[in-house]
């Protein structure tokens, strides 16, 4: 399966989980728990953003818990910010061309 | 002032940007060819186009030029045209033909003029299919051209300023 951001903080329970592990680190039990679906949908959820890169697991003894991977929201924002640096650059050049339309007509 | 919104839900991203001059000039800007090469890409580089049909179903089929000569082709496929008002691109990479590279990335531009008098509000909404494909448009070339050109821009500005 492609792994796409977007395509996974686009679904409601997934957005849920985030907001959950954003506090704390969690097992697929905890997380389960607060979701009325069965525990295999959240399971697979829970593969969705592993594969994403938006969680992380960690054994701990017998139990896996589940964390928030802070690095790759923020390459999110990255690239939201290079994107948005790039039409700040292209809308000043098209200043530049209207300035000088504008001189061109008087 | 740009207004720069992300509905990451919705792989949205909503603009809003101010132009001190008249409608039918920000328009002209945005439609004709001649205007649109001259501020369309990041310095450095340069937008050269190869034909221009804006109309409903036409395209505009330009080259990204880098400053050693490198070429990038693009077309922008025009719909929803309400002169002076509105129209919407989808725009994609593809081969001096105008033949579309279905693998790179697209996205979906929606720009609504808003006229005040002596200057226009253009309101833009881009979509993009998923973030990979915004990845991919930043990565493509953009991102050099770009991060070269924002170090000058203050000596370009300078320049445009003593011209």
Redesign the interface.
């Given at each position: 399966m492609?792994r796409?951001?977007?395509?996974a903080?686009?679904d409601p329970t997934r957005?849920a989980i985030l907001c959950l592990l954003a506090a704390q680190t969690m097992t697929p039990n905890a997380i389960a728990s607060h979701f009325g679906s069965s525990r295999q949908a959240v399971s697979k959820h829970i593969q969705i953003l592993l594969e994403c890169e938006l969680l992380a697991q960690e054994q701990q003894g017998r139990e896996m818990y589940y964390h928030i991977n802070p690095g790759k929201m923020q390459e999110?924002d990255k690239?939201?910010a290079?994107?948005?640096?790039?039409?700040?650059?292209?809308?000043?050049?098209?200043?530049?061309?209207?300035?000088k339309?504008?001189s061109d007509k008087k | 002032m740009m207004n720069f919104t992300v509905d990451k839900e919705n792989r949205k991203i909503k603009v809003d940007r101010e132009f001190a001059a008249p409608s039918d000039m920000v328009w002209a800007a945005w439609t004709q060819s001649e205007l649109l090469d001259q501020w369309w890409a990041p310095k450095p580089w340069k937008a050269r186009t190869k034909s221009m049909d804006f109309r409903d179903g036409g395209y505009w089929l330009y080259a990204m030029v880098g400053p050693q000569g490198e070429e990038h082709w693009a077309r922008a496929d025009f719909s929803g045209i309400v002169n002076g008002r509105e129209f919407s691109v989808h725009d994609a990479f593809c081969d001096p033909e105008g033949v579309i590279n279905e693998s790179m990335p697209r996205s979906n531009w929606h720009n609504r003029f808003e006229n005040k008098g002596a200057s226009t509000v253009v309101h833009i909404e881009i979509r993009f299919e998923n973030l990979k494909d915004l990845e991919g448009i930043i990565e493509m070339g953009f991102k050099e051209g770009f991060t070269a050109g924002l170090e000058n821009l203050d000596q370009y500005l300078a320049a445009q300023l003593n011209d």
């Open positions: 492609r796409d951001v977007f395509q903080i686009a957005r999110v690239w939201l290079q994107f948005r640096a790039l039409l700040e650059k292209r809308f000043s050049q098209l200043d530049e061309v209207l300035t339309i504008k | -």
